[in-house]
T-cell receptor
Framework: QKEVEQNSGPLSVPEGAIASLNCTYS??????FFWYRQYSGKSPELIMS????GDKEDGRFTAQLNKASQYVSLLIRDSQPSDSATYLC????????????FGKGTRLSVIA | GAVVSQHPSRVICKSGTSVKIECRSL??????MFWYRQFPKQSLMLMAT?????????EQGVEKDKFLINHASLTLSTLTVTSAHPEDSSFYIC??????????FGPGTRLTVL
C-alpha cells in the first residue's frame, strides 16, 4: 500500500524563522512530489512541485527531494503569520492520469 | 498553472434530495478528473477517478450508486450525490489532470445536508 507520512504537528515557529516540514513516502517508484497549503475551509493550493533530487526554490519556499531516502521536505524562510495553515505532502507514481497520494498534513502555526 | 473551477461553492439541502456538483477545467483539456472528500480536521480522501468517455473507478468503500460521476467531455465532470443524508455533509473537491499536467484542484464545494 502506498503511504505518505507527515508529522501532524502542530509545528509552531516565531515570525521570521525558518519552518521545516517533512514527508516520507513508501513507494520507491514515486516520480512526482507536491506540497500544498490548505487554509481552514479552503481547497488545497499548490505551492511547489519537484521531480528531481536536490533543491528547488521559489521565493520563500524551498522543496528538497531525496529519492534514495524517500524523503521530501519544504522549507519556508522568513515565516509570516499568514503562512499559518495545514501543509499537505502529495506523491504520484505516474502521470497526471493517476491520483495523488496525500499525507495527513502538518499544521503550521507562525507566532507573531 | 491550470485553472479548475467548481460549482456550486456551497449547497444546503434537505435529507433525501440529490445534489449535483460540477468540475470544469477552464484552460486545458482534462483526460482525467479526480473527486475527493474531506471531513473536518481530516485529510483528503480519494473517492473516484473518472476518465473522459468511460466509467469512473471508485475507491473501496465508496458507493457508486450513491455518488454518480459523469465525465462527458474533456472539460467537465459532474458528481451527483443521490438521496443525500446528513452523513454525506462534507467538503467535496475535484482535481483535473492530463498525462503531463497534474496537481491542480478546484475551490471545493461545501455540502450540508439537513
Amino acid at each position: 500500500q502506498k503511504e505518505v507520512e507527515q508529522n501532524s504537528g502542530p509545528l509552531s515557529v516565531p515570525e521570521g524563522a525558518i519552518a521545516s516540514l517533512n514527508c516520507t513516502y513508501s513507494d520507491r517508484v514515486s516520480q512526482s512530489f507536491f506540497w500544498y497549503r490548505q487554509y481552514s475551509g479552503k481547497s488545497p493550493e499548490l505551492i511547489m512541485s519537484i521531480y528531481s533530487n536536490g533543491d528547488k526554490e521559489d521565493g520563500r519556499f524551498t522543496a528538497q527531494l531525496n529519492k534514495a531516502s524517500q524523503y521530501v521536505s519544504l522549507l519556508i524562510r522568513d515565516s509570516q503569520p499568514s503562512d499559518s495553515a495545514t501543509y499537505l505532502c502529495a506523491v504520484n507514481t505516474n502521470s497526471g492520469n493517476t491520483p495523488l497520494v496525500f499525507g495527513k498534513g502538518t499544521r503550521l502555526s507562525v507566532i507573531a | 498553472g491550470a485553472v479548475v473551477s467548481q460549482h456550486p461553492s456551497r449547497v444546503i439541502c434537505k435529507s433525501g434530495t440529490s445534489v449535483k456538483i460540477e468540475c470544469r477545467s477552464l484552460d486545458f483539456q482534462a483526460t482525467t478528473m479526480f473527486w475527493y472528500r474531506q471531513f473536518p480536521k481530516q485529510s483528503l480522501m480519494l473517492m473516484a477517478t473518472s476518465n473522459e468517455g468511460s466509467k469512473a473507478t471508485y475507491e473501496q468503500g465508496v458507493e457508486k450508486d450513491k455518488f454518480l460521476i459523469n465525465h462527458a467531455s474533456l472539460t467537465l465532470s459532474t458528481l451527483t450525490v443521490t438521496s443525500a443524508h446528513p452523513e454525506d455533509s462534507s467538503f467535496y473537491i475535484c482535481s483535473a489532470g492530463t498525462n503531463n499536467l497534474q496537481g491542480f484542484f478546484g475551490p471545493g464545494t461545501r455540502l450540508t445536508v439537513l
